[in-house]
């Protein structure tokens, strides 16, 4: 076979879609905020509680001193093991313009009981009300509360990885990249992205044969970009972007914590993942990247039970699981 097309599991599941009325494009990404809000409640797994992972939410203060929640997922083992555990801080999905902590807890209840170890998702501030670098910081400030309360949530900090999805890949990054900075010790014991959102410079050519297939579109990207640094300032190299807004454009990765990686071929974000691992790579970081063929953005939420959904599940429980 030459040329790209969807893998044949996926095209399958997809197929009673693919004669759905469009709706025209989004202008602003506020009008994109509710089409990708009824994307992640429509195939995020639904979080039950009362159910093997307890839920508990605390209040954290962040940089500037507003309000956020950070949301505990954990086994009762996890709470009142004998001594410290591993864990997980979440930074979720949704194009740096939309979804939230509550939607993606179904997902993250799948990764306590997966990786063995609590998750502790933020509920960060979106752009445009609230521009860069105020996610990213939200995100560290989760981190550093973690860091400092480890005691009475009896978790280890030498062992806290960060994770995200999507655009909460940006915010993992960001995170990774704000304690290298600031000498915040313990660092990062883990960089976790799934098809992450890096670069605001991503620009394919219109004529780019897996733009078909992309699920998440370049304008969708811009507009998300553009509201949470600026719309002036995407895709310009010589742009001045806040500290942290954009992982890619960071001018070293050395000294990032050992990072995971994975991407379908035919998303959007699929070069920019690759030279971050690139560049990882040659700063000596350790890297594990995987590329599954023939999927777009989110299809492990659109294609649950396939081969490389199953297969994405296993790498990224690995990974839960190695530091």
């Known amino acids: ?39 992640l409640s429509s195939f995020m797994p639904k979080f039950v509680p009362g159910g093997k992972v307890q839920q508990t939410i605390f209040t954290i203060k962040s940089y500037d001193g507003a309000e956020l929640r950070l949301y505990r997922l954990a086994t009762p083992e996890h709470i009142a093991a004998s001594t410290p555990q591993p ?14 902590a509550e939607v993606s807890l179904g997902m993250y209840a799948q990764d306590v009981l997966n990786g063995d170890r609590p998750v502790f998702a ?3 501030r979106l752009a445009p009300e609230h521009p860069a ?21 009896n978790i280890d900090p030498a062992r806290i990885a960060v994770k995200g999805e999507s655009a909460g890949g940006t915010h993992a990054a960001a995170v990774a990249l704000i304690a290298r900075d600031r000498e915040f010790s313990p660092a990062p014991a883990k960089l976790i992205m799934v098809y992450p959102m890096l ?6 050519p219109a004529d780019s044969g897996f733009l078909k297939l992309a699920s998440w579109s370049p304008h969708q990207n811009k507009l ?25 454009r960071a001018k070293s990765l050395k000294g990032l914590p050992s990072t995971y990686i994975d991407i379908g071929s035919l998303d959007l974000f699929r070069d920019e993942s690759l030279e ?24 492990d939420l659109v294609a649950p039970g396939t081969k490389w959904q199953l297969r994405a599940l296993e790498a990224r429980t690995a990974a839960l699981k190695s530091f």
């Open 133 to 153: 670098p105020t996610a990213a910081e939200d995100a560290f400030a989760a981190f550093k509360y973690l860091s400092e309360h480890a005691k009475e949530l």
């Open 122 to 124: 933020i509920g960060y």
């Open 199 to 204: 670069d605001d410079r991503t620009n394919p």
């Open 276 to 299: 971050f691992a690139q560049r990882l790579m040659r700063e000596d970081v350790e890297v594990e990247f995987h590329l599954f063929p023939g999927v777009p953005h989110a299809f």
């Open 87 to 100: 864990a997980v801080l979440a930074t979720h999905g949704g194009g740096l313009a939309a979804g939230s």
């Open 1 to 39: 076979m030459t040329g790209l097309a969807y893998d044949p599991e996926y095209a399958k599941v997809i197929e009673p879609f693919a004669n759905s009325p469009r709706s025209a494009p989004p202008s602003t990404a506020l009008e994109m905020r509710p089409g990708t809000d009824l994307f």
């Open 224 to 248: 998300g970009w553009g509201a949470y640094i600026g719309e002036d300032n995407v895709g310009k190299p010589d742009a001045n972007i806040p500290a942290y807004a954009v992982p890619a």
